[in-house]
């Protein structure tokens, strides 16, 4: 697809190491990139007590073997909502989140168990609603002079040792003042919080790719500091 009002929701494939969830080659302006951010979209523990506890006994391990892994706060990947608008070639993409964190993420998504934790149904979202499922940031970073940049990760981190990866992590709850859910916010709180998470999706991955290269924020390009766009996940992360 060459134009980002044409976006295409392919069908989930369980046995592909990579599913393609929703294709926008030109990008999504901030303007048209949207947040619903709830308790509904939180995973839910399983009804297995022995395989719900092996995400602790998981945890612990990694942290023995590399103590400065850090247990910090996530925005779950809940699912999104593809909005038309009237003509179809403006489409705006809502996303919905939920909270989880770093050791959840350690001991269900990347667990050798891993598939213990899905659910047989058509539903996104119900497959995985026992995995911990952190949104992740990534960019695609060219230089100047035509070069792709790539990093390759520490052997001291919790997934992909040693891989060549594109500069990226996560957005943080914390930059957006979220530790927990506050389930008595009025609506016009919660609408405010929607906007200040959603700008986190655009300012997180311009803040990974600052930390992780060096490169000033400044000297970034427009398309890479104000357009966005929903890839591809690793399994069903």
Not at 32 to 47: A, C, E, T, W
Not at 77 to 85: K, N, R, S, V
Not at 94 to 114: A, E, I, K, M
């Amino acid at each position: 697809m060459s134009k980002a009002g044409n976006e295409q929701k392919p069908v989930m494939d369980p046995g592909s190491a990579f599913t393609l969830l929703l294709s926008c080659p030109g990008g999504l302006p901030r303007s048209r990139v949207y947040v619903d951010f709830g308790v509904s979209y939180d995973r839910i523990p399983h009804p297995d007590a022995d395989l719900e506890e092996s995400i602790n006994e998981i945890w612990t391990c990694q942290v023995e073997k590399k103590p400065s892994l850090y247990n910090g706060k996530k925005f779950r990947y809940g699912g999104y909502t593809l909005h038309h608008a009237e003509g179809g070639n403006k489409s705006s993409l809502c996303l919905q989140l939920g909270l989880t964190d770093y050791r959840t993420f350690v001991g269900t998504n990347l667990s050798p168990l891993w598939e213990d934790f899905l659910v047989s149904s058509e539903d996104g979202s119900v497959t995985c609603q026992y995995l911990a499922n952190p949104l992740g940031n990534g960019a695609i970073v060219e230089t100047i002079n035509k070069r792709v940049l790539v990093l390759q990760r520490s052997h001291n981190v919790g997934e992909f040792p040693g891989y060549f990866v594109f500069p990226g992590g996560h957005s943080e709850p914390a930059e957006v003042g979220v530790s927990s859910h506050q389930t008595n916010k009025i609506s016009t709180d919660h609408e405010v919080l929607n906007g200040k998470i959603s700008q986190e999706m655009f300012e997180g991955i311009i803040r990974e790719v600052v930390e992780e290269i060096g490169v000033p924020a400044e000297s970034l390009s427009w398309i890479a500091r104000n357009s966005a766009a929903v890839f591809k996940s690793p399994r069903w992360l």
